[in-house]
Protein backbone atom coordinates (compact mmCIF):
# COMPACT_ATOMS: atom_id res chain seq x y z
CA UNK A 1 0.00 0.00 0.00
CA UNK A 2 2.95 2.15 0.81
CA UNK A 3 3.84 1.88 -3.02
CA UNK A 4 1.17 2.96 -4.14
CA UNK A 5 0.88 6.11 -2.33
CA UNK A 6 3.79 7.45 -3.21
CA UNK A 7 3.22 6.32 -6.57
CA UNK A 8 -0.01 8.80 -6.08
CA UNK A 9 1.97 11.37 -4.73
CA UNK A 10 4.17 11.26 -8.61
CA UNK A 11 0.66 11.15 -10.21
CA UNK A 12 1.26 13.67 -13.84
CA UNK A 13 0.37 17.42 -13.28
CA UNK A 14 -1.51 16.86 -16.70
CA UNK A 15 -3.22 13.63 -15.87
CA UNK A 16 -4.57 15.52 -13.17
CA UNK A 17 -5.23 19.04 -14.87
CA UNK A 18 -8.04 17.25 -17.05
CA UNK A 19 -10.16 16.70 -13.91
CA UNK A 20 -11.59 14.29 -11.57
CA UNK A 21 -12.69 11.56 -14.45
CA UNK A 22 -9.33 11.38 -15.53
CA UNK A 23 -8.68 11.45 -12.19
CA UNK A 24 -10.63 8.92 -11.10
CA UNK A 25 -9.58 6.58 -13.44
CA UNK A 26 -5.61 7.17 -12.96
CA UNK A 27 -6.39 6.23 -9.10
CA UNK A 28 -8.39 3.49 -9.90
CA UNK A 29 -5.40 1.88 -12.55
CA UNK A 30 -3.38 2.42 -10.12
CA UNK A 31 -5.24 1.08 -7.46
CA UNK A 32 -5.26 -1.99 -9.19
CA UNK A 33 -1.80 -2.63 -10.65
CA UNK A 34 -0.55 -1.50 -7.42
CA UNK A 35 -2.05 -3.66 -5.25
CA UNK A 36 -3.33 -1.10 -2.72
CA UNK A 37 -5.82 -3.77 -0.90
CA UNK A 38 -3.65 -6.73 -1.16
CA UNK A 39 -3.40 -6.84 2.71
CA UNK A 40 -6.94 -6.68 3.78
CA UNK A 41 -7.58 -9.59 0.52
CA UNK A 42 -5.02 -11.49 2.27
CA UNK A 43 -7.14 -11.39 5.32
CA UNK A 44 -10.15 -11.68 3.63
CA UNK A 45 -9.26 -14.58 1.28
CA UNK A 46 -7.90 -16.42 4.53
CA UNK A 47 -10.93 -16.08 5.72
CA UNK A 48 -12.53 -17.94 2.82
CA UNK A 49 -14.27 -14.52 1.97
CA UNK A 50 -15.30 -13.24 -1.47
CA UNK A 51 -13.32 -10.09 -2.60
CA UNK A 52 -13.34 -7.88 -5.41
CA UNK A 53 -10.18 -6.21 -6.30
CA UNK A 54 -12.15 -4.21 -8.90
CA UNK A 55 -15.28 -3.33 -6.82
CA UNK A 56 -12.97 -2.19 -3.43
CA UNK A 57 -10.41 -0.03 -6.00
CA UNK A 58 -14.26 1.66 -7.53
CA UNK A 59 -14.79 2.58 -4.24
CA UNK A 60 -11.56 4.40 -3.40
CA UNK A 61 -10.78 5.93 -6.87
CA UNK A 62 -14.69 7.57 -6.45
CA UNK A 63 -14.63 8.70 -3.15
CA UNK A 64 -11.07 10.30 -3.84
CA UNK A 65 -12.09 12.01 -6.46
CA UNK A 66 -15.21 13.20 -4.81
CA UNK A 67 -13.26 15.06 -2.30
CA UNK A 68 -13.50 18.77 -2.87
CA UNK A 69 -10.10 20.17 -4.35
CA UNK A 70 -8.49 16.91 -4.25
CA UNK A 71 -7.45 17.25 -8.00
CA UNK A 72 -5.91 21.07 -7.31
CA UNK A 73 -4.40 19.52 -4.16
CA UNK A 74 -2.57 16.79 -5.84
CA UNK A 75 -1.86 18.35 -9.22
CA UNK A 76 -0.04 21.38 -7.31
CA UNK A 77 2.75 18.96 -7.29
CA UNK A 78 3.83 20.74 -3.61
CA UNK A 79 3.84 17.58 -1.46
CA UNK A 80 4.70 19.96 1.69
CA UNK A 81 1.75 22.18 1.08
CA UNK A 82 -1.43 21.99 3.95
CA UNK A 83 -3.87 21.27 0.44
CA UNK A 84 -1.66 18.04 -0.29
CA UNK A 85 -1.12 16.60 2.98
CA UNK A 86 -4.86 17.03 3.92
CA UNK A 87 -5.40 15.71 0.51
CA UNK A 88 -3.47 12.57 1.22
CA UNK A 89 -5.10 12.15 4.85
CA UNK A 90 -8.17 11.72 3.47
CA UNK A 91 -6.46 9.38 0.55
CA UNK A 92 -6.08 7.47 4.08
CA UNK A 93 -9.32 8.03 5.32
CA UNK A 94 -11.18 6.64 2.03
CA UNK A 95 -8.76 3.88 1.98
CA UNK A 96 -9.60 2.37 5.23
CA UNK A 97 -13.73 3.12 4.64
CA UNK A 98 -13.25 0.99 1.55
CA UNK A 99 -11.39 -1.88 3.32
CA UNK A 100 -13.69 -2.16 5.60
CA UNK A 101 -16.98 -2.05 2.99
CA UNK A 102 -14.66 -5.04 1.35
CA UNK A 103 -14.74 -6.72 5.06
CA UNK A 104 -18.55 -5.71 5.73
CA UNK A 105 -19.27 -6.98 1.96
CA UNK A 106 -17.34 -10.58 2.78
CA UNK A 107 -18.85 -11.26 5.87
CA UNK A 108 -22.19 -10.88 4.55
CA UNK A 109 -21.79 -12.95 2.07
CA UNK A 110 -19.74 -15.76 4.19
CA UNK A 111 -22.60 -18.60 4.97
Not at 17 to 36: I, L, P, V
Not at 47 to 58: A, I, K, L, M
Not at 92 to 98: D, E, G, I, L
Amino acid sequence: MKKWFAALCLLPVATVAMGETAFEKTMYTSCTTEGTFKEIQQLILQQNGQYSVEQTCRCLASRVAAQPGMVTAMASGDTQSLAHRRAMLQIYQQTFACSAEAATRALKALK
